[in-house]
């Protein structure tokens, strides 16, 4: 028996995708396995490790935990989607590369989408809400430190930015 496959639309990073896709295809393995987007990494397939970490319409989700049908029409940032315009780094990925912030570095997209989003929620963390904005993501490398401290450095940065270049 053929699985059916259904037509959907995925907006990723700013680009319509066309798909046919079984209905219980992972979005996980939809952006990795059907549009090559492998920054979106997949570590424990349950939703713990946040690895798989994107943004839908803005909020971080676990796509090891969504269809991919259920996420037709919206607007989905990946890690490789990150960067600004321009091709340079965003001020989380400078401040990651800044602080050292990733040793092997499989966990890091999952921070840096969640990240991201903690950050346009709250611009201006004390330490204690850094380290509260990554405790949903999990690290075997690192011990953490140098990943809050990457928070706050980015934090600094996008306030930088935002003096220098207001809207």
Do not use: K, W
Request: proline share 4%; with cysteine.
């Amino acid at each position: 028996m053929t699985e059916e496959l259904h037509s959907i639309r995925l907006i990723v990073n700013g680009v319509g995708h066309e798909l046919a896709v079984p209905a219980r295809r992972l979005l996980s393995d939809a952006l990795r396995h059907d549009l090559g987007l492998t920054g979106t990494h997949v570590g424990c397939e349950h939703g713990v490790c946040g690895a798989c970490t994107v943004l839908l319409e803005g909020s971080p989700v676990r796509a090891c935990l969504m269809f991919a049908v259920s996420a037709v029409d919206q607007e989905i940032t990946t890690v490789e989607g990150l960067a600004e315009r321009d091709g340079s780094l965003s001020p989380v990925q400078q401040a990651f590369r800044d602080c050292h912030g990733l040793q092997c570095g499989f966990c890091t997209p999952g921070f840096l989408t969640t990240i991201t989003a903690g950050l346009r929620d709250n611009p201006r963390p004390t330490h204690e809400e850094a380290r509260e904005m990554v405790a949903g993501n999990l690290c075997r490398c690192t011990g953490y430190q140098n990943i809050v401290r990457s928070v706050e450095r980015a934090a600094e940065l996008t306030q930088r930015r935002a003096e220098r270049d207001p809207a």
